[in-house]
C-alpha cells in the first residue's frame, strides 16, 4: 500500500516568487493536512482538507493557501516568498481523524 | 498560544535504559493525544496515542501515560535502544492536530 507521496522533495526559489507543493495521500483517505516545521517550532499547522473543502486552518498569513481535488490529491501554494518561507513542508492524510500518516516532506529553501 | 509544550529539548540515555520524554497541554479539550518519531529528512512516523478517558496505553516498548488533572503525558520507552534515537512530538488532538516544539532523544550505546 502506498503511503504519502509530496512532491517535489527539494526546491530552491527566490524571494517573491510563488511555488506550488503536491501531496498525494493514501487510498481511500480523504482528509489531507499540511504542516509547516521550522527548527524549534515543532510543526505548525496550516490548513486541513475534507472531501474538496478546507476544513480547518492555522494561523498563517494570506499568501499561503491550498487546495484538494476530487481524488484527494491536495496542493499547497505559497505567494510571494520570504525568506522566513524556508521550512520543511508536511503533508499527512488520515482516514479516521485519529491516525495521520506522514509524507518525506518538501524542503523549501528561499534564497 | 502553545496548547502542547515540551519542555525538554533534548534527552540522552544510556542503551537499556528507560527514556522518559515529557508532554504538557493547556487545551482541554483535546480527545485524543498521539506521539510520533521523525528521523532527519522523513515526515513524523506514528507510535502511539492514547484516548483522553484512559490513562495508560501500552504498545510493546512503548508506554504513554496521561494525567489529566496535571495535563501531562509522558512516554516511557524500555528498553531504550539506539534506533530509538531521533526527534519525538507529542500532539493533541481537537478539531486539528497541535503538536509541541520536539524533543531529541539521544540513546548512547
Known amino acids: 500500500k502506498a503511503g504519502v507521496t509530496q512532491t517535489p522533495r527539494y526546491l530552491i526559489k527566490t524571494r517573491g516568487q510563488q511555488v506550488t507543493l503536491s501531496c498525494s495521500p493514501i487510498?481511500?483517505?480523504?482528509?489531507v493536512s499540511w504542516y509547516q516545521q521550522t527548527p524549534g517550532q515543532g510543526l505548525q499547522f496550516l490548513f486541513e482538507?475534507?472531501?474538496?473543502?478546507?476544513?480547518n486552518k492555522g494561523n498563517f498569513p494570506g499568501r499561503f493557501s491550498g487546495r484538494q481535488f476530487s481524488n484527494s490529491r491536495s496542493e499547497m501554494n505559497v505567494s510571494t516568498l520570504e525568506l522566513g518561507d524556508s521550512a520543511l513542508y508536511l503533508c499527512?492524510?488520515?482516514?479516521?481523524?485519529?491516525?495521520?500518516?506522514f509524507g518525506s516532506g518538501t524542503r523549501l529553501t528561499v534564497v | 498560544d502553545q496548547q502542547v509544550k515540551q519542555n525538554s529539548p533534548s534527552l540522552s540515555v544510556q542503551e537499556g535504559r528507560i527514556s522518559i520524554l515529557n508532554c504538557d497541554y493547556t487545551?482541554?479539550?483535546?480527545?485524543?493525544f498521539l506521539w510520533y518519531k521523525k528521523y532527519p529528512a522523513e515526515g513524523p512516523t506514528f507510535l502511539i496515542s492514547?484516548?483522553?478517558?484512559?490513562d495508560k496505553n501500552e504498545d510493546g516498548r512503548f508506554t504513554v501515560f496521561l494525567n489529566k488533572s496535571a495535563k501531562h503525558l509522558s512516554l516511557h520507552i524500555v528498553p531504550s535502544q539506539p534506533g530509538d534515537s531521533a526527534v519525538y512530538f507529542c500532539?493533541?488532538?481537537?478539531?486539528?492536530?497541535?503538536f509541541g516544539a520536539g524533543t531529541i532523544l539521544r540513546v548512547k550505546s
Open positions: 499527512a492524510s488520515s482516514l479516521d481523524g485519529v491516525g495521520y500518516t
Open positions: 487510498s481511500g483517505h480523504r482528509s
Open positions: 482538507y475534507f472531501s474538496e473543502t478546507q476544513r
Open positions: 487545551n482541554s479539550m483535546f480527545d485524543y
Open positions: 492514547i484516548s483522553s478517558i484512559k
Open positions: 500532539a493533541g488532538r481537537g478539531n486539528k492536530l497541535v
